[in-house]
């Protein structure tokens, strides 16, 4: 029986290594014609700087216009030359003979002849799927682009709704090497044949392949995992709201981010106003950022975590959790609004607002005392205008107030005579150096930085705050922000972010100067540098400068979004005013304490647009044994809710062990014992107030192991997790049981919990939370 096994495995071996020698051969000609793609596009760019020599302006219009498209060719192959075939299709005649823009078929259903009784059929179609698509000289298809609608069977496919494809096959290369192939069957009971010779299986099928494949720190690949119901929210009309749920290990950030880039293939018209993804942490953004340009997606897509959102801004450190409740609540924005015009009446950087205005008129003294000056202000702040944009205002009521102190407006009957007397007076007043020295301190220019610095004061923030926070949430508030420090450069956290756009819309700003444009190096091939010194920015460089200066986008899609507080919600929502939406998250992950509050805001950002819901309710990370841990822990914090099903089983049970006095020392032992149990990432979950401490314990096991506070594991995934002495998670906020659900959920193949003396483990090590 052994050698019989044996040989099957000898057997087995040498048809994988014929496939990966077939698709070897076909990443080979793939290359070869890319590479030709590159001379001609490189050709086209040297052809350019040639057509600047000539020395009219013709020749450089036309030249920067070539340069332009051959340049973005250039780019696009360059990027794309590394790892971008990744599937094939093998499909069955079709019911129609028509080809489509890429040289494929575009029928979806088999043939009425195309399966024979015998249960035989023939292959008539191969269609390779990459990240862009690629033909040969003859036009016919090497590679077509995955978002290509001849593509769609490669993952809508499924035995159930098999259509005419056969076989599919995930194809892992790394570079110019093709390294595996794996294969699905759609269609089991039948025997295909391909160029004579019965088609080929190998591998216990894709999606088994590619969940067991080892982590990484980036998402490199993750398209060859795609299934039809996440496929069916990537292809969704864009119309309006698309809102999908699912619970961990579901695919959601996949679909996020494959959505974005089949909308700017789809429309590139419509979202050149760019398609930002927000995702809640800075740790998933780097998690992510690399997928986007796999696809073939560059420039117009910005991946940015919510501490990074406001131009200027980057978010630090961390509050703790009831002052992000604080923060994030939607109370917030009426304590602004009253902080920002209470900063206003404190004065300029010379001191506190002054109470009088004096300034010589028609040869005498005229005043504004404190009462008028605050009925002037009273009146300027009665609008809805941002308050720095207001100055302007500010400045005509002063002048009416002291012009009519003058008596001059009776003076003069004729009108004209009248108005020259008042522009007179106006221009001498409003240059006179007491004049500009009283509105700058009466009505300076505000930050929103200058605004919190000044919310640091508890005393000043009582009066502001006392009809919408407590005594005890006041100075908590006013004490965290004092790290701001009073010049309000200090270090912030992502809920003072949101709190800046807030402040922001709240103030106003002037206009940016306009960037001056860099000379072209090309322009001075051309010698007409002298009599064409300020020509017009081209085209690739307006697109980089709105892209630089964007702050609304044609679509926004929010990763994670049950994480968003009411402020976070509405500094996302002035991201998308005008644009689509794509919205995914998961309820029973969520970290914020009022799911309801953070509900009415979502609703406000997203407005009237009709809506579009999907469920994704496959769990692909988590093997069963762990998948049924994590919903133990469901149950409680969640009661009634549904975890997804979990698809696959590796027949290894979760480890629990007690630390025995050093917690440091038990987490250092398992992580090292997972390190040697696989060959990806160990991610080691620790409450967030032991990050710091937590480091110190991997410090010399390598860059395999990685530790990170509760609250930053979100929408990861590892190889192994060790999470870390659940009590402390579930009781570091209101939410933590949710929090908690979230750590146990980011293992592929192996969890291990670490109690510590307060999860009050039992004799097999098993915390109290976690008990069946």
Known sequence: MAAQDAAVDSTADSVRDREIAVEQTHLDQVYRRLEEKIHEAEFLMNDAAQRGQVGTPGALAERDAQVFRAGIHLNRLNNEFEDFLFGRIDLVLGKDGERGPDGAYTSVEPADEAIREDLTADIAETLHIGRIGVLDSDYAPLVIDWRAPAAAPFYRSTPKEPGRVVRRRVIRSKGRRVLGVEDDLMRPEVTAFLDGRELPAVGDG?????????????????VSSIQAEQDLVIRAPAASVAEVAGGPGTGKTAVALHRAAYLLYQNRRRYSGGILIVSPTPLLVAYTEGVLPSLGEEGQVAIRALGSLVDGAEATTYDDPAVARIKGSSRMRSVLRKAVRGTLELGGDRGPAPD??????????????????????????????????????ARKLLLDALYAKTGAAGRHSDPELAAELRSAFDEDISTEDAFIDFLDAWWPELTPRRVLAAMADERVLGR?????????????????????????????????????????????APARPRRKREMDPLDQLSGLEELMPTREETQWERAERLAAERTEYAHVIVDEAQDLTPMQWRMVGRRGRHGTWTVVGDPAQSSWTDPEEAAAARDEALGSRPRRRFTLTVNYRNPAEVAEVASRVLRLAMPGMEPPSAVRSTGLQPRFTAADGDLGAAVREETRRLLEQVDGTVGVVVAMDRRAEAAGWLADLGERAVALGSLEAKGLEYDATVVVSPAEIAQESPAGLRVLYVALTRATQQLTVVSAEGDKPDAAGVPELLLP
């Open 206 to 222: 894709a999606l088994m392949a590619a969940l067991g494949r080892a982590r990484t720190h980036s998402m490199r690949d993750i």
């Open 464 to 508: 502001w705050s006392r009809r919408d926070l407590n005594p005890r949430e006041t100075r908590r508030l006013a004490r965290s922000l004092r790290r701001v420090g009073p010049d309000g450069k200090g270090p912030l956290s992502v809920h003072d972010v949101a709190l800046l756009d807030e402040l922001q819309q709240l103030l106003g």
């Open 356 to 393: 009088r205005l004096r300034v010589v008129a028609f040869g005498r003294r005229q005043e504004l005392e404190a009462a008028e000056l605050n009925r002037l202000r009273q009146n300027v702040l009665g609008g809805t205008a941002p308050v720095n944009l207001l100055r302007p205002r």
